[in-house]
Every structure is written in C-alpha cells, then in structure tokens.
C-alpha cells in the first residue's frame, strides 16, 4: 500500500527559531500533498495545498511567509514554520495523493512545541 | 497554544453494540466523502469512502450512508470493540482538495 512518511515525529524549539518538517511519499509520486494543523481535541485544519513544481495554494487565513512550503519534486514536500512562537505549538499532519482516485495516504504528524 | 474552536462531540458505547457516527457537510458541490479513524498521536487512517451516485456502501464491519438532499453522511460500526475507539472523521474532497468535517470521538466500554 501507499506509503507517506512524515519527519520528525516531535520537536521542540525555541521560541524565534524555524522548524522544517518533511513529508515523503515512498512509494508512489505525489502530484499532490495537503498540509493540516491540529489543536487538541479538535479537526484537522487545512493550510495548504502545493502541487510539485509550482507555488503552494494556501487556506484564508494561513501566513505564507510564516508557512513556506515547498513541494520540489513528485516525492518530497517540507513545511518550515519561520520564526515560531508558542501559539505555533500543534500538530501538523500530511497527506499526499496521485490523484483523488488513487486516494489520500497520510503521514504520522509532527508534535511542534514551541518553548 | 490552542485555538478557539469547536471541540469534538463524544460519543460512548458499550463492547458489542452497534455504533453510529454522524456528518453534515455543507459543500453541495462535494462527490467525494470519506471516513478516517485517527488514533491519539497519529495520522488518520482510511475506513471507507463513498461517492455521490451512491446513497449507501459496505465494508468489513462498516457502513457509509450518505443523504444528499439533507447533506448528510453517517458511519455506522457494526459489534463495536474496544479497538473501534478513536476519533471518527468525516472528510469531503470537492475538486480534489481534502477537507475534514468536526469528527467525533468513540470510547468503547468493554
């Protein structure tokens, strides 16, 4: 089956610093991959959509400059979250897909805490 | 930091019962729904999916109802175990773009 893994699964940082976070599909080429973010007890949130090759398409209300995301190759999308801050700290999930027939392979997430 | 948002409602059932999750969506446009199970700490997981030219489909245990008029979908888990708790996500994918719904979460009591 379809495979996404998702890179670091926690991190800490300080408060100022970025972080990168990657998310790779294993096994087949991701045309497409969805960024979400996830508070406590509540639904994944989407923040953007990036198609390889081309500029990320972000959710209203989702920073760009603070949310870079690249999207270099059909393999391999990063999120870096830029000069972070605690109200940053969540958990930021991935998903990659060919296409909406081949369906949507998530990764494991990544605990962002920002001290 | 957390936002301010809506939390998930909960739902509880004893070990044997059959389980029912409900849905709205409000995207009238959607064709495409599915249901993820996600786990404290990971990624959701695919259960089943459905598309708009069908009302019901099954799966091993799992049932997708889906009303387009009232914009609706369900997921019914039939002989709920203690492996069955989770939180319970609906997800639409108009045009290819994944959205998820305000999930619910399930606590089997044995």
């Known amino acids: ?5 998702q ?8 408060s100022g610093t970025s972080v990168k976070i990657e998310c790779r599909s294993l096994d087949f ?4 991959m969805f960024w979400y973010r996830q508070f406590p007890k509540q639904s994944l949130m989407l923040m953007a959509t990036s198609n390889e090759g081309s500029k990320a398409t972000y959710e209203q209300g989702v920073e760009k400059d603070k949310f870079l995301i690249n999207h270099a190759s059909l393999t391999l999308s990063t999120l870096t979250v830029t000069s972070a801050h605690p109200e940053d700290s969540s958990f930021y999930i991935c998903s990659a897909t060919l296409d909406r027939d081949y369906g949507y392979t998530f990764g494991s997430g990544t605990r962002l805490t920002v001290v | 930091g957390e936002s301010v948002g809506l939390h998930l409602p ?5 070990e044997g019962d059959n389980s029912i999750i ?3 969506y409000s995207n009238s ?5 599915i249901w993820y199970k996600q786990e404290s700490g990971k990624g959701p997981q695919f259960i089943i999916d459905i598309r708009s030219n069908m009302d019901k489909r099954q799966g091993q245990r799992v049932t997708v109802l ?7 979908l369900s997921l019914q888990i039939a002989a709920t175990q203690p492996g069955d708790s989770a939180v319970y ?3 639409e994918a108009p045009g290819g773009k994944l959205t998820f719904g305000q999930g619910t979460i399930l606590t089997v009591h044995p």
């Open chain 2, 66 to 72: 889906l009303n387009k008029t009232v914009k609706h």
């Open chain 1, 1 to 5: 089956g379809a495979v996404v893994s």
């Open chain 1, 7 to 14: 890179h670091p699964s926690r991190v800490i940082c300080k």
């Open chain 2, 89 to 91: 996500f609906c997800a």
């Open chain 2, 10 to 14: 909960t739902l509880s059932v004893q």
């Open chain 2, 29 to 33: 446009a959607s064709d495409y729904f």
């Open chain 2, 22 to 24: 409900n849905c709205a």
């Open chain 1, 29 to 32: 080429q991701a045309t497409t």
